[in-house]
């Protein structure tokens, strides 16, 4: 036998939604939240932070330099570049585009992080007007827990 729904069960039951709605965010529905250490008067890693949040990255950023943040992450200064980041319990090193690091969260690979060393002209960050579409190859690097390093992805 159905029941109409009384004044107070619709009340209860649409502040609920309400509720959970608001509450998105404690869900998982936040986007990844990316760390970022820099120099305060770097160009290129200002550009890289703004591709990472049109890239749906929300972005915390220290302007203290890197040095310090890429020894704690683990990062070797042979794979090192002019900013250092952290995303979901890994290390970004350098220009690694955002498509990229959403596969690493999506695999979650057991590594370090990735990192793309020096600064490749073409990388995200690395792009802009004043490098005429001038594209160097480079890879991403996926920087494994014993040291070494393969091959992520090649841009070319």
């Known amino acids: 036998?159905?029941?109409?729904?009384?004044?107070?069960?619709?009340?209860?039951a649409s502040g609920a939604m309400l509720?959970?709605?608001?509450?998105?965010?404690?869900?998982?529905?936040?986007?990844?939240?990316?760390?970022?250490?820099?120099?305060?008067?770097?160009?290129?890693?200002?550009?890289?932070i703004a591709q990472m949040k049109a890239a749906g990255f929300e972005i915390?950023?220290?302007?203290?330099?890197?040095?310090?943040?890429?020894?704690?992450?683990?990062?070797?200064?042979?794979f090192g570049s002019c900013h250092t980041a952290m995303v979901g319990g890994y290390a970004l090193e350098g220009h690694v585009p955002?498509?990229?690091?959403?596969?690493?969260?999506?695999?979650r690979p057991a590594a370090i992080g990735l990192a793309v060393p020096g600064m490749p002209i073409g990388s995200p960050g690395m792009d802009g007007p004043a490098y005429g579409?001038?594209?160097?190859?480079?890879?991403?690097?996926?920087?494994?827990?014993?040291?070494g390093a393969r091959v992520f992805q090649s841009y070319r």
């Open 1 to 12: 036998m159905d029941r109409p729904c009384s004044r107070r069960r619709w009340l209860t």
């Open 19 to 48: 509720a959970l709605w608001a509450a998105g965010p404690a869900f998982g529905t936040r986007p990844p939240r990316i760390e970022v250490w820099k120099s305060p008067t770097c160009g290129c890693c200002g550009d890289w």
């Open 60 to 78: 915390v950023v220290h302007d203290e330099g890197n040095t310090a943040a890429r020894a704690r992450l683990g990062v070797a200064e042979k």
């Open 98 to 107: 955002a498509r990229e690091v959403k596969k690493l969260l999506a695999q």
């Open 133 to 147: 579409g001038r594209r160097d190859p480079y890879d991403v690097m996926l920087l494994t827990r014993d040291g």
